[in-house]
């Protein structure tokens, strides 16, 4: 059974950062690209950040570029987000999402994990 | 950036009506279109991929349709676990991809 499951989420000040993790199972991680998206409370979905299944190529949505990192541990069957000056508009729900198609990017998300919720306030 | 634009925000209708929703690109997509639902407290789930087929699992009663800019979801014969909110995404533009805004689906 695949599973995907979030962590590292919670409360960080303007400014901080917050590293969050999503350790997966029941599937070949290494083969997959891994993407996160997330939620802002009563709101639609927003595409952050996708990762190749080597990790050797990495995109994000503009309004992260520069500030998020993403990565991955296929040893470790874990992917990554590490969240830098972070800002109010950052605070949702982070969902970390599997591409559809092994060894491709199909750009659609066929698992998802259940979320983090990251609130950014002082 | 592909904005898509998805209508009406609302729809209310009864068990075992059809419900057909409308998502509106605002440049070409061409097929590269999905659908998403999602429950209150869950993550979304793959409904539709390349405008018109079906992920794995989803019932035949979830059909889409559509290539170009306009792009339709319909479900037909609305199904007590079938209101909810239901998104459209684009991957015309991969790596950036886009959501629609959500239409909700309810019980009227």
């Known amino acids: 059974e695949v599973q995907l499951l979030e962590s590292g989420g919670g409360l960080v000040p303007p400014g901080g950062s917050l590293r969050l993790s999503c350790a997966v199972s029941?599937?070949?991680?290494?083969?997959?690209?891994m993407s996160w998206v997330r939620q802002a409370p009563g709101k639609g979905l927003e595409w952050v950040a996708v990762?190749?299944?080597?990790?050797?190529?990495?995109n994000f949505a503009d309004s992260v570029k520069g500030r998020f990192t993403i990565s991955r541990d296929n040893s470790k069957n874990s992917l990554f987000l590490q969240m830098n000056s972070l800002r109010a508009e950052d605070t949702a729900v982070y969902y970390c999402a599997r591409d559809r198609w092994p060894g491709a990017n199909s750009g659609y998300f066929d698992y998802w994990g259940q979320g983090t919720l990251v609130t950014v306030s002082s | 950036e592909i904005v898509l634009t998805q209508s009406p925000a609302t729809l209310s209708l009864s068990p075992g009506e059809r419900a057909t929703l409308s998502c509106r690109a605002s440049q070409s997509v061409t097929n590269y279109l999905a659908w998403y639902q999602q429950k209150p407290g869950q993550a979304p789930r793959l409904l539709i991929y390349?405008?018109?087929n079906r992920a794995t699992g989803i019932p035949a009663r979830f059909s889409g349709s559509g290539s170009g800019t306009d792009f339709s979801l319909t479900i037909t014969s609305l199904q007590p676990e079938d209101f909810a909110l239901y998104y459209c995404?684009?991957?015309?533009?991969?790596?950036?991809?886009?959501f629609g805004g959500g239409t909700r689906v309810e019980i009227k």
């Open positions: 995404q684009q991957r015309r533009t991969w790596p950036q991809l886009t």
């Open positions: 990762i190749s299944g080597s990790g050797g190529s990495t």
């Open positions: 029941g599937f070949t991680f290494s083969i997959y690209a």
């Open positions: 390349d405008a018109s």
